[in-house]
């Protein structure tokens, strides 16, 4: 899949991070980027995906490539979150679904028998020239950090 997100308004979302940063998807041009989208802090699966990063992080970092985790939870549930499982990458906190819009992770799920509208756990990669090269939806957690990492080595450091 080769689609250019950053040809469209996408470019210059200025997206809310920990740490009280502000960055745009252009920033990460020259670099490998993992943007990996999740419903809500600090549940179960949410955190075990953090982990999973977490835990593979320098061999991302090895391939040149940064990795932030989305979801539409407040910067401040985002920095108690990071900091309690002590993340090495940002957040973003996307309330007003700018990114999740842009990149159609916006989903119906079912929560307890009840329609809602949620994230998708979707993940994508966007290599140096800041291309969409691969994409994954309605994630499961196990083992989905590897084949990520799999993927970028593809990419070269």
């Not at 470019?11 to 041009?29: A, C």
């Not at 949410?46 to 989305?70: A, M, P, W």
């Not at 916006?106 to 509208?117: A, D």
């Amino acid at each position: 899949m080769k689609k250019n997100i950053l040809n469209n308004k996408t470019l210059n979302i200025t997206l809310s991070t920990t740490g009280n940063k502000e960055l745009r998807l252009k920033d990460f041009i020259g670099k490998n980027l993992v943007l990996y989208f999740y419903p809500k802090d600090d549940t179960p699966g949410c955190t075990s995906e953090g982990k999973d990063f977490s835990r593979l992080y320098k061999k991302f970092q090895s391939y040149n490539t940064h990795i932030i985790g989305v979801s539409r939870d407040s910067l401040a549930s985002h920095e108690k979150f990071k900091a309690k499982y002590q993340y090495p990458f940002d957040l973003i906190s996307d309330p007003d679904e700018k990114l999740c819009k842009a990149l159609d992770v916006i989903k119906e799920k079912n929560l307890y028998g009840k329609k809602i509208m949620g994230i998708e756990r979707s993940t994508f990669i966007l290599d140096k020239k800041g291309s969409l090269v691969k994409e994954w939806r309605k994630v499961k957690v196990p083992d989905h950090a590897q084949e990520v990492l799999d993927f970028v080595k593809t990419l070269g450091p």
